[in-house]
């Protein structure tokens, strides 16, 4: 079955790491997002990316990055320059752009990350 | 200011009764979507329904049906014949325009529990 992976499942990490989440997909969509969800709060973007080799920052992209390398993985490092990075972020896809119609997010089953 | 606004962080109903959860939104973007998604303890988004500004009638989908008042800018989620695994974060989410690309913004979610 088609769907998204994202591992780890859970992640610890000490003050002053990087980390890196992967979000891979088998789905052939086109653009990929990454969300970060606070306790209480919505989900707020991070960065998306509509094709191979480009992506856009989101609303939160400050002490993260990611990379597009191939369409079907979509990478989210964590840098020591995030202040407040214990989160649950969840990787998501759809097959054209947000534009379209009702086009709808596919989303992975998260990554919960805990700064020790 | 695009923003979707949830105001019950918590609901409670009876197995096998209807449920509302609320939603109101500002846009002023003319041509936008609204989007329900579930999110079970487990963490992953589940898409329920959508709605389209344009659509002349209230989507539904199976025991989802979308309460759309545009003049009010709301778009209630309705839940017939509630069941124990209807237990779950329910979030909002509206499609709108951000430049030449287009972006979801989420609500605060509502926890909604069943009870038998």
């Known amino acids: 079955d088609g769907g998204i992976t994202q591992s780890p499942k859970y992640l610890f990490r000490k003050e002053g790491q990087n980390v890196t989440l992967s979000c891979e997909q088998n789905?052939?969509?086109?653009?990929m997002y990454w969300y970060r969800q606070d306790p209480g709060q919505g989900l707020r973007l991070i960065y998306y990316?509509?094709?191979?080799?480009?992506?856009q920052k989101g609303d939160i992209a400050e002490g993260y990055s990611v990379s597009r390398e191939k369409k079907e993985s979509f990478p989210l490092t964590v840098t020591s320059a995030q202040k407040n990075p214990t989160a649950f972020y969840l990787c998501?896809?759809?097959?054209?752009?947000?534009?379209?119609?009702?086009?709808?997010?596919?989303f992975g089953a998260g990554s919960r990350l805990t700064v020790l | 200011a695009q923003k979707i606004t949830q105001t019950q962080p918590g609901m409670f109903v009876q197995e096998k009764e209807a449920v509302t959860l609320d939603c109101t939104y500002d846009?002023?973007?003319?041509?936008?979507?609204l989007f329900w998604y579930k999110q079970p303890s487990s963490g992953e988004m589940i898409f329920l329904i959508y709605?389209?500004?344009?659509?002349?009638q209230n989507a539904t989908e199976g025991r989802y049906s979308l309460n759309f008042q545009k003049a009010r800018k709301s778009a209630n989620l309705v839940i017939s014949a509630s069941q124990l695994g209807d237990s779950a974060m329910y979030f909002c989410a509206m499609r709108y325009r951000a430049g030449s690309a287009r972006q979801l913004t989420f609500g605060s979610g509502t926890q909604l529990t069943v009870l038998p």
């Open positions: 709605q389209g500004s344009y659509d002349q």
């Open positions: 846009t002023s973007d003319p041509s936008y979507g």
């Open positions: 789905l052939n969509h086109d653009a």
């Open positions: 990316s509509q094709i191979v080799n480009d992506f």
């Open positions: 998501a896809s759809t097959k054209g752009t947000l534009r379209d119609g009702a086009n709808v997010l596919t």
